[in-house]
Nanobody, 123 residues
């Protein structure tokens, strides 16, 4: 099992940037896992934002964030990042990182989850 802790959320104006971090700990290093970022807005289902395989050779982005968000990982630091640029009000949500066996777009395909970090984009 992998323990995941997100950080870097906060309040930002529309058009601004934030970088989220997800630090992993536990018996298993995240270098073995695909990592994903999800988000959940009030009253909505949790949705995939971006994902990356263990080596970084495969990435996936939701259409809504393509060209604005970038997922990256540093396996030596057991950390995954989500750089978010040109933020929009509709990006407001709780953002979660997750670890799974493969790059996938469904929350149920990931086994371990962080507690989430709030991102609020204001006008």
């Amino acid at each position: 099992q992998v323990q995941l802790v997100e950080s870097g959320g906060g309040l930002v104006q529309a058009g601004g940037s934030l970088r989220l971090s997800c630090a992993a700990s536990g018996r298993t290093f995240i270098s073995r896992y695909a990592m994903g970022w999800f988000r959940q807005a009030p009253g909505k289902e949790r949705e995939i934002v971006a994902a990356m395989n263990w080596s970084g050779s495969t990435t996936y982005y939701a259409d809504s964030v393509k060209g604005r968000f970038t997922i990256s990982r540093d396996n030596a630091k057991n950390t995954v990042y989500l750089q978010m640029n040109s933020l929009k009000i509709e990006d407001t949500a709780v953002y979660y990182c997750a670890a799974g066996n493969r790059v996938a777009g469904r929350a149920r395909d990931y086994d371990d989850w962080g507690q989430g970090t709030q991102v609020t984009v204001s006008s």
